[in-house]
């Protein structure tokens, strides 16, 4: 049965076998950009969704609290992931690979490009 969380979110029980990814990028070394070896993934089991009323979002609720910041990616039955307000991967390393390019751009922002910036498609390991 649904539950209101407060005006614009209801809480729904999810049905077994819903799982959500957790990708995050780790502290590289200092001075270094983020690299593939840097990012992290972790599978939960989702408990409940926290629909969005205003945009039909389905975000998942987990069993412990997701690490800040990281991205929250739910499993597609055929093993897609689908982040919960952007894009759709065909695999995880697609997934990983989108979350590094994201961190590398912020680093770049940050330190300026050091002789490694990112292709046109996308992440440099």
Same mark, same amino acid.
Request: charged fraction near 20%; glycine fraction near 8%; hydrophobic fraction near 40%.
């Given at each position: 049965? +649904?539950? $209101? ?6 809480? =729904?029980?999810?049905? &077994? /076998?819903?799982?959500?990814? $957790?990708?995050?990028? /780790?502290? +590289?070394?200092? /001075?270094?950009?983020? &690299?593939?070896?840097?990012? %992290?993934?972790?599978? %939960? +089991? ?7 009323? &205003?945009? /039909? *979002? ?7 609290? $997701?690490?800040?910041?990281?991205? $929250? ?13 952007? @894009?759709? %991967?065909?695999?995880? !390393?697609?997934?990983?690979?989108? =979350?590094? %390019?994201?961190?590398?751009?912020? *680093?770049?922002?940050? !330190?300026?490009?050091? @002789?490694?910036?990112?292709? &046109? ?5």
């Amino acid at each position: 049965m +649904p539950t $209101v969380d407060d005006e614009e979110t209801t809480i =729904v029980p999810a049905a &077994a /076998g819903f799982t959500a990814v $957790v990708i995050w990028v /780790g502290q +590289p070394p200092p /001075g270094k950009r983020p &690299a593939e070896a840097d990012v %992290y993934s972790q599978a %939960y +089991p989702v408990c409940a969704w926290r629909i969005h009323r &205003a945009n /039909g *979002w389905a975000e998942p609720i987990l069993p412990e609290p $997701v690490l800040y910041p990281s991205i $929250v990616m739910n499993q597609l039955l055929d093993g897609k992931l689908l982040e919960v307000n952007g @894009g759709t %991967y065909d695999s995880l !390393n697609e997934a990983r690979l989108r =979350v590094l %390019y994201s961190a590398q751009l912020d *680093w770049d922002k940050a !330190n300026g490009p050091k @002789g490694n910036a990112p292709s &046109a498609k996308g992440a440099v390991a």
